[in-house]
Nanobody, 121 residues
Framework: QVQLVESGGGLVQPGGSLRLSCVASGSILRINTMAWYRQVSGKPRELVAV???????NYADSVKGRFAISRDNAKNTVYLQMNSLKPEDTAVYYCNAVIQRIGSRSTYNYWGQGTQVTVSS
């Protein structure tokens, strides 16, 4: 089995920073894409940032210049550095990874449990 575990959420004032982490563990042969999504209650989940194996990175327009996604492939970990946070960044943030398991030729989509980020004064 494979698990994604996020950490680093919390309450922060507008203009502040937070760093989210997500560790993938289990029977992992290869991790392709690692990404962060966020969801506000009653709204669809939206892509925040994605890191594709090979180095390609993309961001939602709303976070460009403020957020940075990075990966430590040796640790199967993805990070999201969030700076200049705004109240509209408040959401539950989910880690997502596309993973090839040991013994499988297929890739599978996995989600973490989510971590709450609240930006408020």
């Amino acid at each position: 089995q494979v698990q994604l575990v996020e950490s680093g959420g919390g309450l922060v004032q507008p203009g502040g920073s937070l760093r989210l982490s997500c560790v993938a563990s289990g029977s992992i042969l290869r991790i392709n894409t690692m990404a962060w999504y966020r969801q506000v209650s009653g709204k669809p989940r939206e892509l925040v940032a994605v890191s594709i194996s090979g180095g390609s990175i993309n961001y939602a327009d709303s976070v460009k210049g403020r957020f940075a996604i990075s990966r430590d492939n040796a640790k199967n970990t993805v990070y999201l550095q969030m700076n200049s946070l705004k109240p509209e960044d408040t959401a539950v943030y989910y880690c997502n990874a596309v993973i090839q398991r040991i013994g499988s030729r297929s890739t599978y989509n996995y989600w973490g449990q989510g971590t709450q980020v609240t930006v408020s004064s």
